[in-house]
């Protein structure tokens, strides 16, 4: 691998991470936000505004441009499985079964784009990065369990999140197949407007009196829904969906496994929510899982060899 290769994945690793800071931050603004607002009405009008947020970024930019025929089944395809179907199922099935049992469903997710990677795009996992992965399902695991160790019986709920995660994995492939020929900034700002006005519609079905509900919210709360929807969904999105189109969909994959530590850290200083030493050694794992999985370490492996030849 050449080194602008090396330097070049490096920073979209560094991207990656402050990416999974910020992920992990808004989930616990997406707490007070659901707490507060009807679920389904209230996530579909934080991701068309994130849509129309990536828009106006776009503008400045310029890079703006109606998509051909064949992007927009990508764009299509990507808003139901990556928004409307990730969210929805995503949304059901928490709400039916255990916090622990949907957080390590959760955590096949890497594991699960990894396969489709695989199965769809030729991709060959090396015994390095296989290791990555099973690090960072131990890791999710002693995190998740750390706690609350009332791990539940299969439900229907466990079903529903299990098709988010495959939902959300299928999706990926499709991003990294578009990206081929659409930006994949200009991609997420048009999955983001069409998936989120699928999930209102949903809303308007599901909680008819969701959006006349909207009113009654406090200048802090909205304070908090528009920087959740600006900076965690827009920019956040752009960025691990570019990054995507960079690095492919299982190596970026892998840096989800460090958005279920931080999700709980920042749980931890913002909500009051109890952190063990069992978040720290699950912490070791996802770390580890991320160096191994995202072939970070492989390269910094061939970097050394190529200085030896060189010398």
Known sequence: ???????????????????MFLWGLNVSALKVIVGNFPPITITALRVFTAG??????LLFLKKIRLPSRKEWKYIIGGSILNVTGHHLF???????TSAVNGGLILGLGPLLTALMAILFLGKKLTFVRTLGFIFGG?????????????LSGMSIGD???????VSQAISFIII???????????????MLVIGSILL??????KEP??????GNASVGMWSIFFASAIFATAVGHMLYNYAIGQTGPAEASIFLNLNTFLSILFAGIFLGERITSSHMLGLIFIVAGVIFGSGALEELMLKNRAKRNAA
Request: no cysteine.
């Open 1 to 19: 691998m050449k080194e602008g290769n090396i330097v070049k994945n490096s920073k979209i690793y560094l991207i990656l991470i402050g990416i």
């Open 52 to 57: 129309v947020s990536v828009f106006i970024i």
């Open 90 to 96: 995503l949304g059901i099935g928490l709400n039916v």
């Open 138 to 150: 131990i890791g999710v695991s002693l995190t998740v369990l750390a706690g609350d160790t009332s």
């Open 159 to 165: 079903f529903y999140v299990f098709l988010a995660i």
């Open 176 to 190: 990294s197949k578009a990206a081929k020929t659409l930006d994949p900034r200009l991609l997420t700002g048009y």
């Open 200 to 205: 209102l519609l949903i809303g308007l079905w």
């Open 209 to 214: 009196e969701g959006l006349a509900s909207l």
